[in-house]
């Protein structure tokens, strides 16, 4: 399968932690990576591969993976963490350097 | 730092084809993975495809076969990304973004600030 699910919306209090899951059966072969996108803008990469934070990203965002479930979980959420959230990987099902999928996205609510 | 500039918005009849450019400054576009994602309105991402370094040409998402054609003017670095026989469906914000294919995983570094495309008779 090709396709990378994710819960449609978590809400998360504020300095709290929440956990974004991404299920998918290419998640068994690739490590995902994870975009924050705010209204109106372009996604920002926030993790990718085992879990590395481009510069610029806070350390309360992490990624871990299990089987075919990646997550990204913030710790001690922010109000400007707020935003939709995407995961992205491989497509195991494509051939060697094959294609690649988006995650249906979560919208989170910080409260 | 890479940053990616795009073309305008655009207005285009079902049928019609559209070229999307982004321009590239920071790096050449030839050390660059570019690749295409499209957002519909209140949707959520897409990748259309994208250059392969491993294979050495670009691919394409199953979905845009036959439809999306992806280029680079390497003396420009700008790349291209054209799509035709527009339907409504195509109405989206098209982004380009720098790829990085590592063995187990693959990313999408850097973005440009998007194209809406509309597509209405």
């Known amino acids: 399968s090709s396709e990378l699910t994710q819960d449609p919306a978590v809400s998360v209090a504020l300095g709290q932690t929440v956990r974004i899951t991404c299920q998918g059966d290419?998640?068994?072969?690739?490590?995902a990576s994870w975009y924050q996108q705010k209204p109106g803008q372009a996604p920002v990469l926030v993790i990718y591969?085992?879990?590395n934070r481009p510069s610029g990203i806070p350390d309360r965002f992490s990624g871990s993976s299990s089987g075919n479930t990646a997550s990204l979980t913030i710790t001690g959420a922010q109000a400007e963490d707020e935003a939709d959230y995407y995961c992205?990987?491989?497509?195991?099902?494509?051939?060697?350097?094959?294609?690649?999928?988006f995650g249906t996205g979560t919208k989170v609510t910080v409260l | 730092q890479v940053q990616l500039v795009q073309s305008g918005a655009e207005v285009k009849k079902p049928g019609a084809s559209v070229k999307v450019s982004c321009k590239v400054s920071?790096?050449?576009?030839?050390?660059?993975?570019m690749h295409w994602v499209r957002q519909a309105p209140g949707k959520g991402l897409e990748w259309m495809g994208g250059?392969?370094?491993?294979?050495?040409?670009?691919i394409y998402a199953q979905k845009f076969q036959g439809r999306v054609t992806m280029t680079e003017d390497t003396s420009t670095d700008t790349a291209y990304m054209e799509l035709s026989s527009l339907r409504s469906e195509d109405t989206a914000v098209y982004y380009c973004?720098?790829?990085?294919?590592?063995?187990?995983?693959?990313?999408?570094?850097?973005w440009g600030q998007g194209t809406l495309v509309t597509v209405s008779s």
């Open positions: 591969g085992k879990n």
């Open positions: 290419s998640l068994r072969s690739y490590y």
């Open positions: 250059f392969d370094p491993e294979d050495g040409e670009t």
């Open positions: 973004a720098t790829g990085k294919w590592e063995l187990y995983y693959f990313y999408l570094d850097y």
């Open positions: 920071g790096y050449t576009l030839t050390e660059l993975s």
């Open positions: 992205n990987s491989r497509d195991s099902s494509g051939n060697h350097g094959g294609k690649n999928v």
